[in-house]
């Protein structure tokens, strides 16, 4: 749920980096609070564990600057992957816009993604969102596992997994690098802004 | 949510009479997703109200699925006590959170008196 003041002429919306443990969701935060500097005006916030594992979340503000006269402000999370802590990742999910799923390349997670968006469709439809509806924008991270002999799954089969009825846009990446980082986040807030536009046009 | 200029402006002399006037340093109303609707502080603090909104919200949601695991529909009371600063969380409404931040010169009892007047004044002007 965004929300709109009118009074200043701010507008808050909510993006979730939601996938399996491990799959690079922290580090596509990572690399766009490292890049996008000065539309970051506040710390990284990262709530994880002695082992470095995402806990609760990673959060931070990103200033869009000015769209229509109102200046947008994205919030950006991320949700801990590991399966055990589904009751945060219901948490962070409220109230959200728009979502990034980012899955695993590697061929030993595949299971690991398919168990993930099904896990984002059932926390969706307990706060009455629907996976077919929402800005939804995947991502195919850790391309360059290729590059290290680790044997990748093709982009086919990733689509198969996760996207052949959702026909989500899908990028290929490589949060360690970059590739595509800043691509998978302009996409999803060209689409969550959209949104938006949408339900207000709708409003009474 | 959209709320307008004149539910804005009134909630801001709510919060600015009851609680900054009381003596409490900084307020913030948000939602429970972690939006900022509205801040209010005394001219002393520099906080970074965003990251404190996701930290808040994310707080009161994991107490709330605490207490719910405990047979509680709610704990009644979320404060946490530091040396200098103190931080008291309130909810007015399934959505809406208020933060306060305050020092060791109010009591938590007096701030908690002068809620239950600034929920109930809030949720009149919400349903403007």
């Known amino acids: 749920m965004a929300f709109i003041n009118l009074k200043d002429k701010v507008i808050q919306a909510k993006i979730v980096y939601y996938g399996p443990g491990r799959c690079g969701k922290t580090t596509n935060l990572e690399y766009i609070y490292d890049k996008c500097r000065l539309q970051v005006n506040s710390e990284m916030v990262t709530v994880k564990t002695q082992g470095d594992r995402t806990l609760f979340f990673d959060f931070f503000p990103f200033d869009m600057g000015k769209i229509s006269g109102y200046d947008v402000k994205i919030q950006l999370y991320t949700v801990p992957g590991q399966v055990k802590y589904n009751s945060t990742r219901r948490l962070v999910l409220k109230g959200v816009d728009g979502v990034v799923f980012v899955a695993d390349s590697a061929v030993e997670r595949r299971n690991k993604n398919i168990i993930s968006i099904r896990n984002l469709e059932e926390n969706l439809t307990l706060y009455n969102k629907n996976i077919r509806e ?8 850790k391309r360059d596992l290729a590059k290290q002999g680790i044997e990748i799954l093709d982009v086919e089969t990733l689509e198969n997994d996760i996207n052949a009825e959702l026909k989500a846009p ?3 990446a490589s949060a360690v690098e970059g590739h595509n980082v800043i691509l998978t986040l302009k996409k999803i807030i060209y689409y969550t802004m959209s949104s938006l536009e949408k339900q207000l046009k709708q409003e009474p | 949510m959209i709320l307008g200029q004149k539910q804005l402006d009134k909630i801001h002399d709510t919060l600015t009479q009851n609680l ?3 003596g409490v340093q900084s307020v913030m109303l948000i939602d429970t997703a972690g939006n900022v609707i509205a801040s209010i502080n005394n001219g002393t603090e520099t906080i970074d109200l965003y990251s404190l909104a996701a930290l808040a919200a994310a707080n009161f949601g994991a107490m709330s699925c605490m207490a719910r695991i405990v047979g509680e529909d709610e704990f009644s009371l979320l404060f946490h006590k530091g040396e200098k600063e103190n931080i008291y969380f309130c909810k007015v409404n399934e959505e809406l959170l208020l933060v306060n931040i305050f020092n060791n010169q109010i009591s938590l009892g007096f701030l908690r008196l002068k809620m239950s007047k600034v929920v109930e004044e809030l949720l009149e ?4």
């Open chain 2, 125 to 128: 002007l919400l349903t403007i």
């Open chain 1, 170 to 172: 899908a990028f290929e």
């Open chain 1, 134 to 141: 929402i800005p939804l924008v995947i991502q195919y991270n």
């Open chain 2, 20 to 22: 900054i006037g009381s």
